[in-house]
């Protein structure tokens, strides 16, 4: 005779949308950091108010966190992969709604929205799966005994996430983590607080996740470095610049955490000798300019060879005089604005310094507000800024090498090892090429910004601790390995 089954566990019941009601946000105590405007970059306005979290709210979040997983971690994995589908198909149903959120507070085109929409559900509907996979293996013993391996949920596992793909960059810890059994601090970046936290939230909270496993704590940088520090939180997943990964790695050592640090590149589209021009363009336009330049993968640095090179620059510069920029959600445009004042400055200023420098100036270098024209550098060297620098900006630096011997020297120069594209009429050529350069990712005959939920994501060097987003390397992010060993009988020892 079969067992009972066990009890469900507690779940919330799916509740109203949308999300834009601001009641339904939050789940939790009442933060204490104050409140802050939920800022539109394309006009200024003020799109709704959220609360903030302050480091001292940490503490009581994790615990809060802790408990609830604790009943999480022993829910059958059907149970938990249920909520994660649930959570993708809302992700599609509220599609619209969501689409308006991220096109307005973070500045996306909505085609841009629509992949990230895309990704968070795919995302959602991969992490059900390994709700289910195979979590150890048998091992032999020289002893008497059984001995094997399983892997168990981490705890409460830390997710920092920053502004320019709100929703993917959070979604894609948030989802397995959830899914093997872990609870959730969320940081979002206090500028898309809501497309990057509190809407996952709400589509959590609907989808029928038990309260307490998904806690969202927008906040600055005192309050991640709470999420980091607090002794329940087990694991972190960050995602940002490369000096404030330096910190969080920091500050995780000292407190003994694993952490997964996803930052900065600089990555290099190579454009060979036998390259179709026509194409290497239309790679190059879509991988330094989409969402402004402000993804990780941008492609930083366009190396062409010289046969190539002023028909690449002049075409290249053609393409951004005619690209739109402007509101996204008023206008049909190809680029919107800059997420705020201080990113406009610093991608102007990176500009101005290397035109002073010597670089030429074939397109773009102007703005209107926050919408900046998208920027083509010719005459680049080393130590030209836009060219040795993350720039997260519309500015594609363009430079010539003569063999590829050269490409690979000059790809492969610089902290950076994120993304690599390789643009050339001989697949095979471009495989053996992408060989020799190191980085975490590559691609052929495509630029350098792409996602998937089902491949492993991250990068080498200053860019990151390699690949610990996707796949089988969620396992390993978001669980630990225990040994375990069962006798029939108790060992017997000496002494």
């Not at 910004?449 to 987003?469: I, K, L, M, Q, W």
Request: with cysteine.
């Amino acid at each position: 005779m079969l067992p009972p089954p066990a009890p469900p566990i507690p779940t919330r019941r799916p509740r109203a949308m949308p999300l834009l009601d601001p009641t339904l946000w939050q789940d939790g105590p009442t933060l204490t950091g104050g409140s802050a405007p939920v800022v539109e970059p394309a006009t200024g306005r003020t799109l709704a108010t959220v609360d903030l979290a302050a480091p001292a709210d940490v503490a009581e979040a994790a615990v809060r966190a802790l408990a609830a997983q604790r009943d999480w971690a022993r829910a059958t994995h059907p149970e938990r992969a249920a909520v994660l589908r649930r959570a993708g198909d809302l992700f599609t149903a509220h599609a619209d709604e969501l689409r308006e959120w991220l096109v307005r507070e973070s500045g996306s085109i909505p085609g841009k929205a629509d992949f990230e929409l895309h990704v968070a559900a795919q995302e959602c509907y991969e992490a059900a799966a390994l709700a289910s996979r195979p979590t150890g293996q048998v091992l032999p013993s020289e002893a008497p005994r059984l001995s094997f391996t399983r892997r168990v949920p981490a705890g409460v596992v830390g997710v920092v996430a920053p502004f320019n793909a709100p929703l993917i960059l959070a979604i894609r810890s948030v989802a397995p983590a959830l899914a093997l059994g872990n609870a959730v601090l969320l940081k979002p970046d206090r500028r898309t607080a809501v497309c990057g936290g509190l809407a996952l939230a709400a589509v959590f909270a609907a989808a029928g996740l038990p309260g307490g496993l998904l806690q969202v704590l927008p906040g600055g940088a005192g309050t991640g470095a709470a999420v980091v520090a607090d002794p329940h939180v087990r694991v972190v997943s960050f995602t940002g610049s490369t000096a404030a990964g330096r910190s969080v790695g920091e500050l995780a050592g000292r407190h003994l955490k694993r952490v997964h640090l996803e930052l900065g590149g600089n990555s290099a589209l190579v454009v060979l000798r036998d390259a179709d021009i026509e194409a290497a363009v239309a790679q190059a336009s879509w991988g330094s300019f989409f969402h402004q330049g402000q993804i990780c993968m941008t492609a930083g640095r366009h190396l062409v060879h010289t046969s190539l090179y002023d028909e690449y620059v002049e075409r290249l510069a053609a393409r951004a005089d005619e690209l739109a920029v402007g509101d996204p959600y008023r206008e049909r445009v190809h680029l919107g604005p800059l997420i705020d004042r201080a990113q406009l400055d610093r991608v102007h200023a990176l500009v101005e310094a290397s035109t002073g420098q010597g670089a030429k100036l074939v397109a773009g270098g102007t703005h209107r507000d926050l919408f900046y024209r998208p920027t083509v550098l010719a005459g680049v060297a080393d130590d030209t800024p836009a060219y040795a620098e993350e720039v997260f900006g519309p500015v594609a630096p363009v430079r010539s090498f003569a063999t590829e011997e050269e490409a690979v020297a000059l790809a492969s120069a610089g902290p950076y090892g994120l993304s690599l594209g390789i643009v050339t009429r001989d697949a095979a050529r471009g495989l053996d090429l992408a060989d020799r350069i190191p980085t975490g990712i590559a691609h052929i005959n495509d630029q350098t910004v792409n996602d998937e939920a089902v491949a492993p994501f991250g990068g080498v060097g200053a860019s990151g601790t390699g690949a610990r987003f996707g796949g089988e390397a969620n396992l390993d992010a978001f669980t630990e390995l225990r040994w375990t060993t069962a006798r029939s009988t108790p060992a017997g020892h000496p002494f």
